[in-house]
C-alpha cells in the first residue's frame, strides 16, 4: 500500500459504482461512482462527477474523483486498484474546483 494512502489518513468507504467494460455513450468514465457510504453509516448519492484523474501508484493505479452529492456536497474520493477499495480524501468547498 502506497504509504500516502494509509488507513489512519484517509478512511475507507463504500461505493456503489460501474465499472465500464467498454466503450459506451452512457458510461462516459472506466469507474463511474454513484453512492457511497461513510464507515459512521452516512450516505451520500452522487449528483455529478466534477473531476477524475488517474495516477500511476507503482503497478497500480489511483481514480481520483472530486463528486457532487445531490445535497450540494463536495467530496474528494479515491479508487485503489493495488488493493480494490475505496479511500476518503476529504470534503472540499465548492470554491476548490475550476470552471468545468
Known amino acids: 500500500m502506497n504509504k500516502n494512502m494509509s488507513k ?5 468507504i463504500n461505493v456503489i459504482n460501474a465499472i465500464r467494460g467498454f466503450p ?3 458510461l462516459k468514465l472506466k469507474i463511474t461512482p454513484y453512492r457511497f457510504q461513510l464507515p459512521d453509516g452516512r450516505a451520500f448519492t452522487i449528483k455529478k462527477v466534477r473531476r477524475m484523474t488517474s495516477q500511476n501508484v507503482g503497478n497500480f493505479k489511483h481514480y481520483h ?3 457532487q452529492t ?3 456536497r463536495f467530496f474528494h474520493i479515491v479508487f485503489d486498484t493495488g488493493n480494490v477499495t475505496w ?5 472540499v468547498d465548492e ?6
Open 8 to 12: 489512519d489518513q484517509y478512511p475507507p
Open 24 to 26: 459506451s455513450g452512457k
Open 65 to 67: 474523483f472530486a463528486v
Open 70 to 72: 445531490r445535497d450540494g
Open 87 to 91: 479511500k476518503l480524501v476529504q470534503e
Open 95 to 100: 470554491e476548490l474546483f475550476f470552471n468545468d
